[in-house]
């Protein structure tokens, strides 16, 4: 199994900065794409960013020039720098990782446990 651990949530002002992070482990063989996902209470989740191995990106609109998606294969991890942050973008905040097992001959996702970002003055 791949496990994901998430962390750098919490509560901010409007306008301050953020960074989560996101390290997968377990008996990985490849990681394709990675990415964070955001949902409210009552609303689906909702995309916010991807990244792909080779590095190419996509963001959701709303996102776009504020955040700022990295990883580091090494590290197996992935991150997501939030600037400009808006009480909108308040959500749970979930991290997203195509792996295969070295016991495996495919690709699965995997998600995170969450986490909590708040922004409010």
């Known amino acids: 199994q791949v496990q994901l651990v998430e962390s750098g949530g919490g509560l901010v002002q409007p306008g301050g900065s953020l960074r989560l992070s996101c390290a997968a482990s377990?008996?990985?063989?490849?990681?394709?794409?990675m990415g964070w996902y955001r949902q409210v209470p009552g609303k689906e989740r909702e995309l916010v960013a991807t990244?792909?191995?080779?590095?190419?990106?996509n963001y959701a609109v709303s996102v776009k020039g504020r955040f700022t998606i990295s990883r580091d294969n090494a590290k197996n991890t992935v991150y997501l720098q939030m600037n400009s942050l808006k009480p909108e973008d308040t959500a749970v905040y979930y991290c997203?990782?195509?792996?295969?097992?070295?016991?495996?001959?495919?690709?699965?996702?995997?998600w995170g446990q969450g986490t909590q970002v708040t922004v409010s003055s």
């Open positions: 997203n990782v195509e792996g295969r097992l070295y016991s495996s001959t495919y690709y699965s996702h995997y």
């Open positions: 377990g008996s990985i063989f490849s990681i394709n794409a």
């Open positions: 990244i792909s191995s080779g590095g190419r990106t």
